[in-house]
Nanobody
Framework: QVQLVESGGGLVQPGGSLRLSCAAS????????MGWYRQAPGKERELVAT???????NYAHSVKGRFTISRDNTKKTVYLQMSSLKPEDTAVYYC???????????????WGQGTLVTVSS
């Protein structure tokens, strides 16, 4: 069994900063891409940022220059540092990982449970 557990969401004022963390655990051999997606009320889930195993990154245009994605492979953890937050960043943020499992060598796309980020004064 493999799971992702997110933390770090909450309420922040416009212009503020917040850091999200997501730790993977379970029967993991290796992790390829990790990333963050978000879903605002009434909208579809959208890509925020991804980071590959070689640490190459990809960002949505709307967050480029404000958000930074990083990972710690020893901790099987991905982070999202969010700065200059805007009300339109309000959403549930979901962690994602492309995982190769131990023993069975099955490749899984795993999602976290989501963490709410609210940007409001």
């Amino acid at each position: 069994q493999v799971q992702l557990v997110e933390s770090g969401g909450g309420l922040v004022q416009p212009g503020g900063s917040l850091r999200l963390s997501c730790a993977a655990s379970g029967n993991i051999l290796s992790i390829n891409v990790m990333g963050w997606y978000r879903q605002a009320p009434g909208k579809e889930r959208e890509l925020v940022a991804t980071i590959a195993g070689d640490s190459s990154t990809n960002y949505a245009h709307s967050v480029k220059g404000r958000f930074t994605i990083s990972r710690d492979n020893t901790k099987k953890t991905v982070y999202l540092q969010m700065s200059s937050l805007k009300p339109e960043d309000t959403a549930v943020y979901y962690c994602y990982a492309d995982i190769l499992t131990r023993i069975t060598f099955v490749r899984l796309e795993v999602w976290g449970q989501g963490t709410l980020v609210t940007v409001s004064s």
